[in-house]
């Protein structure tokens, strides 16, 4: 893979990445206020639909996978849990300094390290 197929592999990611984040905001928002869900279970459901959504994008949009299915699925479930788990542990990690220095490490660190667990394990490309 030559460095502009990379450089278009990345725009797709961030592309799929930010339509998803507009997803789930949506719905939420739509689940809460239309629906009357509580606000837990509004996030809850909405980001179980858009990670549903983000799964279908990048195995065909980001990454162009043939693979077998139930095997990306699985490993796009552990790549969701360590995204998530840092998401968790870098302010644990940086507490010592303001809040806005881990929110920006997690902004910038998850999604790289997504991008690369989903290259090299979700969908092997």
Not at 82 to 101: C, E, N, R
């Amino acid at each position: 893979m030559n460095e502009g197929q990379v450089i278009g592999q990345l725009a797709r990611f961030a592309g799929v990445g930010v339509a998803n984040s507009v997803l789930y905001f949506v719905l939420a928002t739509l689940f809460s206020g239309v629906f009357g869900f509580a606000s837990l279970a509004a996030s809850v459901l909405a980001y179980a639909i858009a990670a549903a959504v983000a799964y279908v994008g990048h195995k065909f949009l980001t990454f162009g996978s043939t693979a077998g299915t139930p095997y990306e699925i699985a490993r796009f479930v552990v790549a969701s849990g360590i995204g998530l788990s840092l998401a968790a542990l870098i302010p644990i990690l940086l507490a010592g300094f303001v809040p806005l220095i881990s929110f920006a490490t997690v902004l910038v660190l998850v999604p790289a390290c997504s991008f690369l667990v989903m290259k090299f394990f979700v969908f092997r490309t």
